[in-house]
């Protein structure tokens, strides 16, 4: 499934090769309350034409292989708490864009994504674009340790590093504003724009959509290999973590577990543990004191001790 718009799924057959014939689809009633989002295989019966006018149900849901999931901001709580909410299914790679200058890069929203993707077990890539203002060292210097990899963009720069990246793959792009993510979409799929105006009655052809799309990308060269697929997600702007586990919390900062290991039984290595022996190890210089900021932050906005859409340290920490 490619999209999904008020109750219309859009949809198009795994053997379809290059060709994309959107079939649109409604949910029938024996999926009761199943959720069913973008990048589900799902089993279609009735008119599967793709014809103006034409609507399949989708009677089941295959099994998800991963599920990128967010925590929804608190505007969204509901008695019961906050809402979890899964972006897209099936997932291979989280594509997370981050410019290198203006907007400086937000290591505090590449955290959170890093820790979103280790949790889905969907692989991580850094995009570091407007690679032309600024060099990538001081973000790469953050991330030594987790051997992240990456690829940097630059304006009219040859895409052919990551498109090699994306080959193969479903791959989810996020990013703040500003970072020359719609730009990049643009320019990896040339016709998204009518792409997303076909399979969405959003926007008629204009990129306005708040939902996941997922875009073919385009064989190059006439190469026969699968070219893959993005999944852009213009409404996407942040990723609470409320549903990840601390436990799991700490797979996005695996420079600090061996720490963790030497600290006390049961400590919540949270500033509020008086005795918590992270401070005094990161002190010794076993980790660069930021990771320790943000997973801090990272446990604290997970307990909603800190609102997800209230930390600017968090979002713009100094590199």
């Known amino acids: 499934m490619i999209t999904v718009d008020r109750g219309r799924y859009g949809c198009v057959r795994e053997d379809g090769g290059d060709r994309i014939e959107v079939i649109t689809a409604m949910r029938a009633r024996e999926?009761?309350?199943?959720?069913?989002?973008?990048?589900?295989?799902?089993?279609?019966?009735?008119?599967?034409?793709?014809a103006p006018g034409a609507l399949a149900r989708i009677v089941r849901i295959g099994e998800r292989?991963?599920?990128?999931?967010?925590?929804?901001?608190?505007?969204?709580?509901?008695?019961?708490?906050?809402?979890?909410?899964?972006?897209?299914?099936?997932?291979?790679?989280?594509?997370?864009?981050?410019?290198?200058?203006?907007?400086?890069?937000?290591?505090?929203f590449i955290d959170r994504c890093l820790v979103a993707a280790y949790d889905a077990d969907v692989e991580p890539l850094l995009c570091l674009t407007k690679a032309d203002l600024a060099g990538p060292e001081q973000v790469l210097d953050y991330y030594t340790e987790l051997d992240l990899p990456y690829v940097l963009v630059r304006p009219g720069s040859d895409l052919a590093p990551l498109r090699e990246r994306l080959a193969g793959r479903i791959s989810v792009l996020v990013g703040h504003s500003g970072v020359g993510k719609s730009t990049l979409v643009n320019r990896l799929v040339p016709d998204a724009l009518r792409a997303v105006g076909a399979v969405s009655a959003v926007g008629k052809g204009r990129h306005t959509s708040t939902s996941a799309v997922a875009l073919r990308l385009p064989a190059i060269g006439g190469s026969r290999k699968d070219p893959g697929w993005i999944v852009d997600t213009p409404g996407i702007r942040s990723f609470g973590l409320a549903h990840v586990s601390a436990e799991s919390l700490l797979h996005g900062f695996p420079d600090l577990v061996e720490g963790t290991l030497e600290d006390q039984p049961n400590c919540g290595h949270t500033a509020a543990d008086p005795d918590c022996r992270l401070d005094a190890w990161v002190a010794d210089g076993h980790a660069d004191r930021r990771r320790l900021d943000s997973y801090r932050r990272l446990l604290a906005s997970r307990a909603g001790d800190l609102d997800a859409r209230e930390q600017p340290a968090d979002d713009s920490a100094p590199l």
């Open 65 to 108: 292989t991963s599920v990128l999931r967010r925590t929804a901001d608190d505007d969204d709580t509901t008695p019961e708490g906050r809402l979890e909410r899964v972006v897209v299914a099936n997932a291979d790679q989280l594509v997370i864009v981050s410019a290198l200058a203006d907007p400086p890069p937000r290591t505090g």
């Open 31 to 50: 999926l009761g309350r199943k959720s069913v989002v973008v990048g589900d295989r799902v089993a279609l019966v009735g008119d599967v034409s793709g």
